[in-house]
């Protein structure tokens, strides 16, 4: 959204994340976004260079492939007409109107909420501030966004569940690996800063009340041991297996710890 007014000279190119907005253990589909980012820096004559972080890579094949085909022409690169070539590529005819779908409804949850980072370090961060006695902090996640997100996460999933059988045999496993096992973890993301909120607001309703207490407590934890064993047991693709177990993803992205949350629920418990 800034440019600068003058070059001043200087010849300037292109630098851009392949996992850009914050993402740093699946793929944010940004297909039309990165169209219309490298398009605006070249009509401004931006061209002296293009450098593409690949981030770990093979999370983020689709915009890596966005960022080469825009640097080979970006005049002639159509984001609609990728999206159909590259799922038909890979998954087939048959199935690629719903992987379309699946990728531009994990998108548009993305641009609702935030990217999988943030959405962990919101959890963690509400998290810390009730393990330290903090529970009247206010929460900067907006919960209409959060539930937004949430039905449009649980929409791609399903969305890519329903192709599945459209996908051919020998597409399978790579399918699973960046199309349904990505949707599935955002969503557990999504699941557990959904109810990290739900249990801190109850914290703040001045409600005392066991029974429900412990609904929101239970709630919140299963929906981390949830997201935790998801990424630990990781897609079914065996080649990749470890990729992305809780004690390898990036020092600033891991879910919140089991003990921590077990711990907050034993303060707070009424």
Not at 123 to 146: Q, T
Not at 202 to 227: C, P, R, W
Request: net charge negative.
């Amino acid at each position: 959204s800034e440019w600068p007014e003058d070059k001043k000279g200087y010849d300037f190119g292109i630098y851009i994340h392949a996992g850009i907005w914050l993402n740093h253990v699946i793929q944010d589909p940004l297909v039309h976004q990165i169209s219309s980012a490298i398009k605006e820096a070249v009509s401004r004559k931006m061209t002296n260079n293009i450098f593409v972080n690949g981030q770990d890579f093979k999370h983020f094949i689709l915009n890596l492939e966005v960022c080469a085909r825009l640097a080979w022409d970006p005049e002639r690169f159509d984001p609609d007409a990728f999206y159909t070539e590259w799922t038909n590529r890979y998954f087939g005819e048959k199935a690629s109107p719903l992987v379309v779908n699946s990728l531009k409804l994990l998108n548009e949850a993305h641009t609702t909420l935030a990217g999988y980072k943030d959405i962990t370090a919101s959890s963690v961060n509400i998290l810390n501030n009730l393990e330290k006695g903090n529970a009247n902090l206010k929460l900067s996640d907006d919960r209409k966004n959060v539930l937004k997100a949430l039905g449009l996460a649980e929409a791609s999933l399903q969305t890519a569940i329903t192709a599945i059988s459209l996908v051919p045999d020998e597409s399978q496993l790579v399918y699973d690996d960046q199309i349904v096992f990505p949707a599935t973890i955002y969503l557990d993301n999504v699941r557990l800063l959904k109810q990290v909120v739900l249990y801190t607001e109850f914290l703040q309703s001045g409600i005392h009340n066991n029974e429900i207490y412990e609904y929101y407590a239970t709630a919140m934890k299963d929906a981390l041991v949830k997201m935790r064993n998801t990424l630990d047991s990781g897609g079914k693709w065996k080649k990749w297996q470890g990729w992305t177990k809780c004690e390898n993803l990036r020092v600033f992205t891991p879910p919140p710890q089991i003990d921590q949350v077990d711990n907050i629920i034993k303060q707070y418990y009424q």
